[in-house]
């Protein structure tokens, strides 16, 4: 018996471990478990991109995978980059460039002046088709000196200058004998930024991993992936779960996601703003008083109170958020009386259908707006009903990106912005030269007006800012009294995201949200 309970102590003494060693084996594994967790970051992109060259097409996976020799700062000014210097001559046409040392790309070659020398003559190639080739229109030559400075010379002293060297810069050797609209680069690039390219999932997902020798601050999260989810509830509704840890929320979601105890909510002042575009290739908008009555006939108020939530602001001009906003032009704000009695003025007789009628043709369009932007959808539905009340008969065709041709639209609910010089969003929307029908710029309605082309140009080459600063007002008014849009609002970015990540220094956004992720290198998850 006393053998007996002896081992019968042993037992309980050699359970009692097993059950210690077993419990603290769970803990172990619990915390294992918490600390495996991916240091990664996963957004919520609202759409696929065709492409990842920068130079041919702009997406918001740029500021990982690039970087140019300027970039813009949290004022959103452009300091240095990849230069470590530039100095710019007394008569304000020669730049002379120094780089930093020690800057790669993604496949360990060095960037030098070469790489420079290379993305500007691509941008100015017409077989590339660049869409930025209006910035750099003034560069007349480039010399290279030793592979870190060189010299860039101007025809005319182009102020905006320093801002377009913000272009991301890419590696001339990636092209060597390739035709750059057609390049495997465009698929999978090599740029020099805190990113690089590891896996893109067409349809699905594009995935990037921190560069470990990045010349700057260096990715405290390993891996971003952009998950590709067009549609807005399905975006909030992963947010929510966890499934995303970013995404940039419509007016009526923020409400509800802002109780999630995991999510804080982000809403940032933004530069960019909606409202109807007048395609200039259809009759109806030759005559400007049409144009102006619409624009009178606009409800800007309900559309910042119904469809913003408030999260906007009305819009009545490009460069309302620019310090060289002109506030005394016409803000058309909403009067219904005055359209009418432009339409009168303008030979538009109302019916007995309710509808105007002008030498038989009756006043009607379409709108059309791209189906998985719910925001646009929505201000094209409330104006096309509100637009009964000056007799114009307006339908609103919600239509996927994929068949949307906006040169081939009556009106389009467009979207643009920018928080930069004064000469971005607007030379390449407005100038005539800048038709999307023969160039890549993006004046998609062929607006043209002779005033306005010599504003434009004017304010790209005065130097003294007080002057630049009077001619972008004179260019408001003219844009007023010939306007190429009927503005809406501008609308604020409202991001939810992750409360354990730190790190997010906010600015002032760009077009549709642009610009949230600007330092995503210094965001940390605070519990990994």
């Known amino acids: 018996?006393?053998?007996?309970?002896?081992?019968?102590?042993?037992?309980?003494?050699?359970?009692?471990?097993?059950?210690?060693?077993?419990?603290q084996g769970e803990e172990k594994q619990s915390t294992a478990s918490s600390a495996s967790q991916a240091n990664e970051l996963v957004f919520a992109s609202e759409s696929e991109f065709a492409g990842l060259n920068p130079l041919l097409e702009e997406t918001n996976v740029d500021a990982f995978l690039f970087r140019g020799l300027m970039r813009f700062d949290e004022q959103n000014v452009p300091v240095f980059d990849i230069a470590k210097s530039i100095n710019i001559s007394d008569d304000q046409m020669t730049y002379t460039i120094v780089l930093n040392d020690h800057v790669t790309f993604h496949d360990g070659q060095a960037l030098t002046v070469d790489d420079i020398i290379f993305t500007i003559e691509s941008i100015l190639d017409d077989a590339n088709g660049s869409y930025l080739k209006s910035d750099f229109t003034h560069v007349t030559g480039m010399k290279k000196i030793d592979d870190t400075t060189m010299t860039l010379q101007l025809d005319e002293p182009f102020t905006p200058m320093l801002d377009k060297l913000t272009v991301p810069i890419l590696p001339k050797h990636a092209f060597e004998g390739q035709e750059m609209r057609t390049a495997p680069f465009n698929q999978q690039p090599i740029g020099a930024g805190p990113y690089m390219f590891e896996q893109w999932d067409k349809g699905t997902s594009l995935t990037l991993k921190a560069f470990p020798t990045f010349y700057g601050t260096k990715a405290s999260i390993e891996q971003v992936i952009f998950k590709f989810i067009p549609d807005s509830n399905v975006r909030a509704l992963q947010l929510k779960s966890g499934e995303?840890?970013?995404?940039?929320?419509?007016?009526?979601?923020?409400?509800?996601?802002?109780?999630?105890?995991?999510?804080?909510?982000?809403?940032?002042?933004?530069?960019?703003?909606?409202?109807?575009?007048f395609n200039m290739q259809y009759p109806i908008w030759k005559d400007v008083s049409l144009r102006?009555?619409?624009?009178?006939?606009?409800?800007?108020?309900?559309?910042?109170?119904?469809?913003?939530?408030?999260?906007?602001?009305?819009?009545?001009?490009?460069?309302?958020?620019?310090?060289?906003v002109n506030e005394k032009i016409e803000h058309y704000t909403y009067d219904v009386k005055k359209a009418n009695e432009l339409l009168e003025q303008a030979g538009?007789?109302?019916?007995?259908?309710?509808?105007?009628?002008?030498?038989?043709?009756?006043?009607t369009f379409t709108i059309t707006a791209p189906i998985?932007?719910?925001?646009?959808?929505?201000?094209?539905?409330?104006?096309?009903?509100?637009?009964?009340?000056?007799?114009?008969?307006?339908?609103?065709?919600?239509?996927?990106?994929?068949?949307?041709?906006?040169e081939e639209t009556e009106a389009f609910m467009v979207g643009w912005g920018s928080p930069y010089d004064a000469d971005h969003h607007t030379y390449s929307l407005f100038h005539?030269?800048?038709?999307?029908?023969?160039?890549?710029?993006?004046?998609?309605?062929?607006?043209?007006?002779?005033?306005v082309d010599a504003l434009l140009e004017e304010g790209r080459t005065t130097v003294d800012p007080e002057q630049r600063k009077r001619v972008y007002m004179a260019?408001?008014?003219?844009?007023?009294?010939?306007?190429?849009?009927?503005?809406?609002?501008?609308?604020?970015?409202?991001?939810?995201?992750?409360?354990?990540?730190?790190?997010?220094?906010?600015?002032?956004?760009?077009?549709?949200?642009?610009?949230?992720?600007?330092?995503?290198?210094?965001?940390?998850?605070?519990?990994?």
């Open 475 to 528: 260019l408001q008014e003219e844009l007023a009294q010939d306007p190429p849009f009927a503005y809406f609002a501008y609308v604020d970015a409202v991001y939810g995201i992750d409360k354990q990540i730190s790190g997010v220094k906010e600015r002032i956004l760009g077009h549709h949200g642009a610009g949230f992720l600007w330092n995503v290198e210094e965001w940390k998850w605070n519990d990994r």
């Open 1 to 23: 018996m006393k053998k007996f309970s002896v081992w019968i102590l042993l037992m309980i003494l050699c359970l009692a471990g097993c059950s210690k060693e077993s419990s």
């Open 292 to 324: 102006k009555a619409i624009s009178y006939a606009t409800d800007r108020a309900g559309i910042v109170k119904g469809i913003l939530h408030g999260y906007g602001t009305e819009a009545y001009s490009p460069l309302q958020k620019h310090n060289f």
């Open 244 to 277: 995303v840890d970013i995404a940039l929320l419509d007016p009526n979601q923020v409400e509800e996601l802002s109780k999630v105890e995991h999510l804080k909510m982000y809403e940032v002042e933004s530069a960019d703003y909606r409202g109807v575009l």
């Open 348 to 363: 538009w007789q109302l019916a007995d259908d309710g509808f105007r009628y002008k030498d038989g043709q009756k006043l």
């Open 432 to 451: 005539s030269g800048e038709s999307s029908l023969t160039s890549a710029g993006y004046n998609y309605g062929s607006y043209a007006n002779a005033k």
């Open 372 to 406: 998985t932007d719910t925001v646009r959808v929505n201000m094209a539905n409330y104006v096309a009903e509100g637009y009964k009340a000056v007799g114009a008969d307006v339908k609103v065709a919600a239509l996927d990106w994929s068949n949307i041709v906006i």
